[in-house]
């Protein structure tokens, strides 16, 4: 942290001069109360009150011109911000294996309560679109900022929504890009800053090859933000009854996350799915910016002062 008008802080010396004056006054106050050596009156003229309530509201009071000075010099400090035109698409699995139930109630169900979560907790400014893919990909939300049509969007997906079976990570990426290039009429030209977040519990079994379309990730510079959801003990139903192994497998996930230059995580519960959700959340579409935050000073400097005013007449019946 630095400040536009350091000098100003040259002030604190004469906050500090009030400090030193009131331990000097109470010091000859407690002199002057020992030469009063009738006891037993001075206990019914001036009886016993806690001594610290004395010194409450002042040492507030100092604290808020303290507080009121470093505001004064202007403090500057880095500060995220939301970028503009951010879009983010949210990629997940509806394939068959999303129905097991390793993950309560299941995989599907668990990601579609993360991922509204996480749409929820993204600035209002953000677009945010939905892709859902299995054998094939297609867009569900349009990237936007109508938070219904997102929330609506997750209520639908649903095992099968694509139409097609498999797991077409190289799909989903594609579909997501192109979804982030018709953002609007000046995206060609002006891509937004975007990321890409993948949720899938396979590796890539249909469509392109995922290490072509985060080649294509790369050109446009989206990251792609994959996770690996499950455990390797899940199973599905099959129509005989007999259960089917799916556990997890998210090497191609990794790959694509690693080449893109995003994160990749794993999580095995609903709750290491919003904590991931929640990370990644806290990263994107913000950058840095050097602010003023002396408001941050004043703010906190009124409040002592309030409290300061409020014990001095709540114990003394009177403003320090």
């Known amino acids: 942290m630095n ?3 350091p000098e100003r802080l040259w002030l604190l010396l004469g906050v500090l001069a009030l400090a030193c004056g009131y331990v000097l006054m109470q010091r000859r106050r407690s002199r ?23 010194h409450v509201p002042a ?3 100092l604290a808020m011109l303290a507080l009121l000075v470093v505001g004064f ?4 400090d880095d500060v995220q911000v939301p970028r503009e035109r951010t879009t983010v698409v949210i990629a997940v699995d509806v394939s068959t294996s999303m129905l097991a139930t390793d993950v309560s109630p299941d995989r599907l169900a668990a990601a579609k309560s993360a991922a509204l979560s996480f749409v929820e907790g993204l600035p209002d400014q953000f677009n945010v679109g939905l892709v859902a893919f299995a054998g094939n990909a297609s867009v569900f939300v349009a990237p936007g900022t109508d938070r219904e049509a997102i929330a609506g969007g997750i209520d639908r997906l649903a095992e099968g929504s694509t139409g097609i079976q498999g797991t077409a990570i190289g799909e989903a990426i594609n579909t997501s890009l192109e979804a982030i290039r018709s953002l609007d009429a000046k995206a060609a030209d002006d891509p937004p800053p975007a990321r890409i977040v993948l949720l899938s519990d396979g590796a890539n079994t249909s469509g392109r090859e995922p290490d072509e379309a985060a080649t294509d990730a790369v050109a446009a510079g989206v990251p792609v933000d994959a996770i690996s959801f499950g455990t390797d003990s899940g199973y599905i139903s099959q129509g005989t009854g007999r259960p089917m192994r799916v556990p997890v497998d998210g090497q191609s996930l990794r790959d694509v996350a690693e080449q893109t230059g995003g994160g990749y995580y794993e999580a095995g519960s609903s709750e290491e799915l919003r904590a991931v959700y929640a990370d990644i959340g806290s990263s994107v579409g913000y950058e840095v910016e050097r602010q003023d935050v002396s408001a941050r000073f004043i703010g906190f ?8 005013g409020a014990g001095s007449m709540l114990w003394f019946s009177r403003l320090p």
């Open 301 to 308: 400097g009124l409040l002592l002062a309030l409290a300061a």
């Open 32 to 54: 002057y109360a020992v030469r009063f050596t009738n006891l037993r009156l001075l206990d019914r003229v001036a009886p016993k009150q806690p001594a610290w309530r004395r």
């Open 73 to 76: 010099a202007r403090p500057m």
């Open 59 to 61: 040492s507030l009071f």
């Open 3 to 5: 400040w536009q008008s």
